[in-house]
């Protein structure tokens, strides 16, 4: 018998034994075994004839055995050798059932959380306020490990498309950064979008690449998720007590059908030790309780959205650039503080330090950026003027097209400065876009909106700065006699003020029907 399939074998025997022993911790008694299976499990080397019963079996016990029992068995297992064995044993199979897949991610995200103590790469775990760069490391590292770990176990070559699809988790980590409180998590439906991602990757979500991505978003997410979720029935709980400190019957209503009882009977550890599939109900109601108790504190109502209007289409619409006014100073969407009422204990919320939100802000124009380089380049050169973002279609002048084809590495000179701040221009511009279609789909909610509106309060304030840089860039290229590059800076320079112009009003009105 070859190497390969002894090794086989006995990751086969090594699966097997590990199902038994979460099978029978569930059943509470043995599971009796068909007499090949166990003979090939007793003499792994002299099997070679028995391996497709074992896959059979284990493939008949994969039917009885959830994902949540393997996350859970995988918590009291020391030997990093069984989760090798169940990776290499998931990659092999490459099963399309959606529970094999999951069971595959539970055991990735194992590894990544736990590194093996003999792996010659070690990683941080990144924080959940970390930027993308940070989390991008993690994953290339750990990508590394996992083919270690797989060894000569193949895997289908990822095609391009799905590579490409791996990006999006670089968006979904954006958009955890904005969360701040658990309903925010369920009103955004980010766990199923990320499903629906997993599932669209097909058997190419069995590439390391793509299990490196899964496990590093499983990683942040679900501590962030532990932690607001922890905060929020915290706050339902306290709010709860208060009320029946101060002589208030359990009986009394909260809001609408929800009771004080009610907020008492949330069993935190208990909804957590559930599978997130089947807890999304438990999961709905701590967030229409948290969202009660906030309304019953006196949250803040909903926004108001920035006009249809403001879309890139209309941009060219707006006034010319000899008309648009100066922009304003920053607006401040920020909730006005609230003295705590009778019995209430006050919960501060304590936000990001500006030099930290600043940096978030940074590092996603630095994305978008890089994305569009991406797309750009890899288009065909009549669709390359074409770039989808969220809702709309950017249509990119020559000149902007060929900045972001250009290719200057790091070299400090004129045509490097020329060709980055037409990018620069053109991801603000994108940002933006990206920003205003978010926060007027989360216009109507309390608190949704307030991550979106200071992003574009962001770019808004720090735009200024760079169409000075531009006016320098301007000046020395007519110096250079290069009037056509001016004139093309010029063009998109005024695109992206006359947007911004509109935007920034907009913002203002909204803020001062919510102020008067």
Request: aromatic share 8%; net charge neutral; glycine share 4%.
């Amino acid at each position: 018998m070859g190497q390969q399939c002894t090794r086989q074998l006995e990751d086969l025997a090594t699966v097997h034994r590990f199902y038994l022993t979460v099978l029978e911790s569930h059943l509470g008694h043995a599971v009796p075994l068909p007499a090949d299976v166990q003979q090939a499990v007793v003499s792994p080397a002299d099997s070679s004839t028995l391996l497709d019963a074992l896959k059979f079996w284990l493939d008949l016990l994969d039917m009885a055995i959830t994902p949540p029992m393997v996350r859970e068995a995988l918590k009291h297992t020391e030997k990093a050798e069984t989760a090798h064995a169940l990776l290499r044993y998931f990659v092999a199979k490459a099963s399309s059932r959606s529970s094999d897949r999951d069971k595959a991610d539970c055991v990735a995200t194992y590894l990544f959380r736990a590194p093996s103590p003999d792996s010659p790469l070690r990683w941080h775990r990144p924080e959940v306020e970390s930027s993308y760069h940070h989390l991008y490391e993690a994953a290339k590292a750990f990508e590394s490990e996992v083919q270690r770990a797989l060894g000569d176990v193949s895997f289908e070559p990822m095609p391009s498309a799905l590579a490409q699809l791996l990006r999006e988790f670089e968006f979904f980590h954006q958009e955890l950064e904005e969360f701040r409180r658990f309903d925010q998590i369920t009103d955004s439906a980010i766990v199923q979008r990320v499903r629906e991602l997993k599932h669209s990757l097909g058997k190419s979500f069995y590439h390391p690449e793509a299990l490196a991505n899964a496990a590093v978003w499983n990683d942040v997410f679900g501590r962030k998720f532990d932690e607001l979720f922890h905060d929020a029935t915290k706050q339902i709980k306290t709010f709860a007590e208060n009320v029946t400190r101060e002589g208030g019957s359990i009986l009394s209503r909260v809001e609408g059908d929800i009771t004080v009882q009610q907020l008492t009977e949330i069993e935190t550890q208990e909804i957590l030790a559930e599978d997130y599939q089947n807890a999304q109900d438990q999961f709905r109601r701590v967030s229409k309780f948290k969202k009660a108790v906030d309304h019953k504190r006196g949250a803040r109502p909903g926004q108001a959205p920035i006009a249809p209007q403001v879309a890139a289409a209309q941009a060219g619409a707006a006034k010319p650039a000899s008309d648009v006014k100066p922009m304003a100073a920053p607006v401040s969407a920020s909730v006005p503080p609230r003295v705590p009422g009778k019995g209430e204990t006050e919960v501060l919320a304590v936000s990001p330090s500006a030099a930290v939100q600043n940096a978030v802000q940074e590092g996603k124009i630095h994305s978008t950026k890089e994305t569009i380089k991406n797309r750009v380049r890899n288009a065909e050169a009549k669709m390359a003027n074409i770039v989808p973002v969220k809702q709309n279609n950017m249509i990119l002048s020559p000149a902007e097209v060929e900045a972001f084809r250009a290719d200057y590495g790091g070299e400090k000179s004129f045509r490097a400065d020329y060709a980055n701040i037409m990018m620069l221009f053109v991801s603000y511009h994108a940002r933006m876009l990206i920003e205003v279609d978010d926060y007027n789909q989360k216009s109507g909610s309390a608190y949704l909106w307030k991550p979106h509106a200071d992003a574009l309060t962001y770019l808004l304030s720090t735009l200024e700065r760079l169409r000075l840089e531009a006016e320098h860039i301007k000046k020395l290229a007519r110096q250079r006699g290069l009037q056509d590059k001016a004139l093309a800076l010029d063009a998109t320079v005024d695109k992206v003020k006359k947007y911004a112009n509109i935007v920034s009003q907009t913002l203002q009105a909204a803020d001062q029907s919510f102020t008067s």
